[in-house]
């Protein structure tokens, strides 16, 4: 750890950390940037390599922010307003209850859950015949799963499943999904911020080590818009579903390795 005298900005100075957060920022980039974050969940277990698992959400969270903002001056104008209006509630809801729980909380218990969640929804795509007839949005289904997404999102930046389970089968333009997915996730992420701090999570050291990360943003975040326009609709849904699955079968990895049976 760098230190100094005055008030200045700390910064995490080892260098496996920056072996794990480099990879883990781009591919968050990319995929906040093309893939309405399907890998949304891997950064944390990838900076958890190098520093505490409660350490690595409090410097991602800045860096999702400025992910967030960047991502919607690319894109915002797409997103579809209809569809966010069946999402808000059930984040806030979601945010306020891992606020209340965050102390007495079992973060692998949570990566559990995400991790099958991620699972269990591309298997069960993969196992129809044919392509389902899009569903409509809904306030219920939309306040149900947001709300999961906003509770799993503060506690382990791991709201994408869970939000994706809800948007995927509305079969939104690949366009429309990023920019709605994007939309949400900027709410979702300057929602936790007063209570990070409040918690502790925003300090001088995350902080600078964030700053740091930051020129890494919008190199990713172009880069999964440029991979973005290589796919049609289809193979795009396609990726996304294995994306969310591979992020799932890490998250659960993870979670069952870790998990302390009383």
């Known amino acids: 750890m760098h230190h100094s ?38 950064s944390v277990p990838l900076l958890a390599l190098a520093i505490s698992p409660l350490q690595a959400a409090g410097v991602m969270l800045p860096i999702l922010i400025f992910m967030d903002l960047f991502g919607l001056t690319q894109f915002w104008r797409k997103a579809d307003f ?50 389902p ?61 007063p209570p990070y701090a409040m918690l502790g999570q925003i300090n001088l050291t995350n902080l600078g080590t964030a700053l740091i990360l930051s020129p890494l943003v919008p190199i990713g975040i172009k880069l999964g818009m440029w991979l973005q326009g290589r796919f049609t609709n289809e193979q795009f849904y396609r990726i996304g579903q294995t994306c969310i699955f591979l992020t799932g079968s890490k998250l659960l990895f993870d979670g069952l390795q870790n998990l302390s049976i009383p």
Not at 10 to 36: C, E, H, Q, R, V
Not at 100 to 117: K, M, P, S, Y
């Open 82 to 131: 209809k569809v966010l209006a069946t999402m808000l509630g059930g984040g806030l809801i979601g945010t306020l209850v891992g606020w209340a729980t965050f102390r007495a909380l079992d973060e692998n218990l949570v990566r559990i859950i995400v991790g099958l969640i991620a699972v269990v929804y591309p298997l069960s795509r993969w196992m129809l015949p044919a392509a």
């Open 133 to 193: 007839k899009p569903a409509r949005p809904g306030l219920a289904r939309g306040s149900f799963w947001t709300s999961i997404g906003g509770y799993t999102s503060f506690v382990a930046h791991a709201g994408g499943p869970p939000a994706l389970v809800y948007l995927m089968p509305l079969r939104l333009d690949k366009a429309a999904l990023v920019a709605t997915n994007g939309v949400f996730f900027t709410y979702l992420n300057l929602l936790k911020l």
């Open 5 to 42: 005298d005055g008030p200045d900005l700390d910064f995490i100075d080892t260098p496996a950390f920056y072996l794990a957060a480099i990879p883990a920022i781009l591919l968050t980039g990319i995929s906040k940037g093309g893939f309405a974050g399907a890998f949304s969940g891997l």
